[in-house]
């Protein structure tokens, strides 16, 4: 499903588009002014970005300008002023699209599809699509080695991520401490098996919310260690 983050300090107009979005399929999020939408742009991860250009704090050309300084995730700009010269601006500074107000919330439905058609074809023909896990708000993107808890990036180890990511691939199967071991270190435990209790812990520290009571790697006792699905 396909994330969008509208920008819009009109409540009634943002709404009216999520509306109409969500019908359609898509997985949308609302910030109301600039500020927090600008610090959400950029410290998530979104499909599409729907912005309004005038805004509280900080306008949506400024937000469309640091958009573009490093991610390519299709723009379309909304205003209420019908001057060319903020339309030549939105998209000079990277826009994909500018739509004025008042508009059809199911033409703005058409064009959004459309982008998001055309981005995925282009990236599809360029790059291979990295191989993430997924589970219950744990993102880790093994391609990429790097791992986020509620879209806050974490910092592993070499062997923590290796650990982790080999427990999430395999889910729900209950590991020894000496089986785990050898699949992440390559070699026998040769009663070094305290390694991979200490890699746990430090595993869970930085995923779970409770270390007491993890919720993805569990303990089970006189045996090993399961990932919950």
Partial sequence: MSRILIVEDEESIAELEKDYLELSGFDVEIENNGESGMKRAMSEEFDMYILDLMLPDVDG???????????????????????????????????????????SPSEMVARVKAHLARYERLIGSGQQENDVIEIRGLKIDKTARRVWVNNDEKTFTTKEFDLLAFLAQNPNHVFTKDELFREIWDMESIGDIATVTVHIKKIREKIEYSTSKPQYIETIWGVGYRFKM
């Fill in 61 to 103: 050309f400024e937000i469309c300008k640091t958009i573009r300084e490093s991610k390519n995730t299709p723009i379309l700009m909304i205003s209420a002023k019908k001057d060319d010269i903020d339309k030549i601006r939105g998209l000079g500074l990277g826009a994909d699209d500018y739509m004025t107000k008042p508009f």
